[in-house]
């Protein structure tokens, strides 16, 4: 019969500190879909926001290819520090990416983009041929 008392391993507990929500974000980071966004549909456009809190417009490709949505936001960053008895230099790298399928036809040639404290705002026109269309009856 098992040990159901057996006290937790250090193999166990680091297993599950990285199975724990708030760190697979950081064990994770650049892989596919950890980019936020928020996406909704006007009468006109498809409208999708990102978070890209730190990121540049310089830092951000966007690419519309048959219906699909790719952003990609990467970011380097080095710092040095010198003070009295010791020096430290940092570097970071992150990227964040994220592919979503538009609804239905759009216009990608007439898609405008704007990067405003940090949300990436992206509005997509929808094609005349997919808008609604009202029928009378005769």
Do not use: C, W
């Not at 966007?62 to 230099?89: C, D, F, H, M, P």
């Not at 216009?107 to 005349?128: F, H, K, Q, Y």
């Amino acid at each position: 019969m098992p040990n159901l008392m057996r006290p937790a391993s250090i193999h166990d507990v680091f297993n599950r500190f990285l199975e724990d929500s708030f760190v697979k974000p950081l064990a994770n980071d650049g892989e596919e879909g950890i980019l936020p966004v928020d996406i909704a549909q006007t009468d006109t456009d498809v409208v999708v926001r990102a978070s890209l809190p730190g990121y540049r417009k310089e830092d951000i490709d966007l690419r519309i290819e048959k219906g699909v949505l790719s952003i990609k936001a990467t970011k380097q960053k080095e710092s040095e520090v010198e003070e009295e008895k010791y020096y430290r230099r940092e570097r970071f790298m992150g990227s964040v990416s994220r592919r979503i399928v538009l609804p239905g036809m759009v216009r990608n040639d007439a898609s405008s983009a704007e990067l405003v404290d940090g949300v990436l705002t992206l509005r997509v026109p929808i094609a005349e041929a997919n808008k609604p269309k009202q029928i009378l009856i005769q």
